[in-house]
């Protein structure tokens, strides 16, 4: 058990607006990153921060942000420092918002994780450089509000580049494709909200080339609390629905199911998300089936004041077929949190 205490700076940054009389606004230190719903680099659970430089010109309705910023830095003090042992992060966003339209907003993102010089490294909690790899990845997302009362989005992205095998080896070639939608019933007592989505993140293959690599992927409860699964080879279908009984409180209930998109490769939990998942879902070898099985969350959220939110959390899921050859394992798992969470 870790008990050691640590100390540190989250946000610590400065920022230039209109700079020299431009549209352009220039934000330099330690801050937040966030794009679209956050599939590929979100802030949601404020998990990672970065060292960075971020110039973001805003044309109104096209914004376009980009930003340099350090990713891993293994580097010791001495007169003679380099780039050695680190890697870094160039990540550019264009967003053009539209009005009177059914389509609301339209983005397109490059990235590129730079190795250094002297040597690839390999850090678990900046997961696209695993095996010392350097992707690239290119996107495209939008939100649409296709009637009243319903949102729908959709984002595609396809990843290339180095997988660390070799300096000179580009092979790799993963896809990854998000959609889904939320209806409100505004007008009806409890406010019911309907939800589903469809999350596909390819798979190694033959070569192991195809597995998508995730991008900064850390949010509590994101496509299940208790599996919380890895971006990686997989399909993730959930469907859920949340009311509103009495003001400020949540009851909510969601229901995921997981399959892998290669039969032949391994999926599971993400070690990086809260305690890592369940562990056997990463460790076990999993037999010869793409089920992994369901999970079923229920919440039932407090929103004490815009600062204040207590939550309750129940999780179940239950392993199918690729856990089944492990008799230890193919019991139903269950799991009860609560949680207080305060912003300052």
Known sequence: ????????????????????????TLKLGRQYLHYGRGLIISSTEQEYNYDAARLVLDYYPLTIDIVGAELVNNQTFGGNSSHAGSADLLFVNARYEMSDSVIKDVEAYFGWVAQGSSGPIASSRVPPTTGTASPLIIGLRSDMNLTEGLQTWVEGAYEFGADGTAATAENISAFLLNLGGRYTLKNVQWVPV???????????????SGAF??????????????????????????????????????????????????????????????FGGL???????????????????????????KDVRVQLVYGMFIPEGAFHNTPEVSAVAHEVRAEVNVKF
């Open 279 to 305: 562990e056997f879902a990463r460790e076990v070898a999993q037999a010869n089936s793409r089920d992994l099985g369901w999970e079923l969350d229920a919440i039932l959220g407090y929103d004490y004041s």
């Open 213 to 274: 690599r995730p991008w900064f992927e850390y949010v509590d409860g994101y496509n299940g609390y208790l599996f919380a699964p890895s971006l990686s080879n997989i399909h993730i279908l959930n469907l859920g629905a949340s009311i509103k009984p009495y003001e400020n409180t949540t009851l909510s209930l969601q229901g995921y199911y997981y399959l892998k998109a290669d039969r032949d490769s391994a999926a599971g939990s993400n070690i990086n998300v809260d």
């Open 194 to 208: 309907l939800n589903g989505s469809y999350t596909y993140a390819s798979g190694g293959g033959r070569s192991g």
């Open 1 to 24: 058990i870790n008990r050691r205490w640590d100390v540190g700076v989250t946000e610590a940054y400065v920022q230039f607006n209109e700079l020299f009389y431009t549209a352009a």
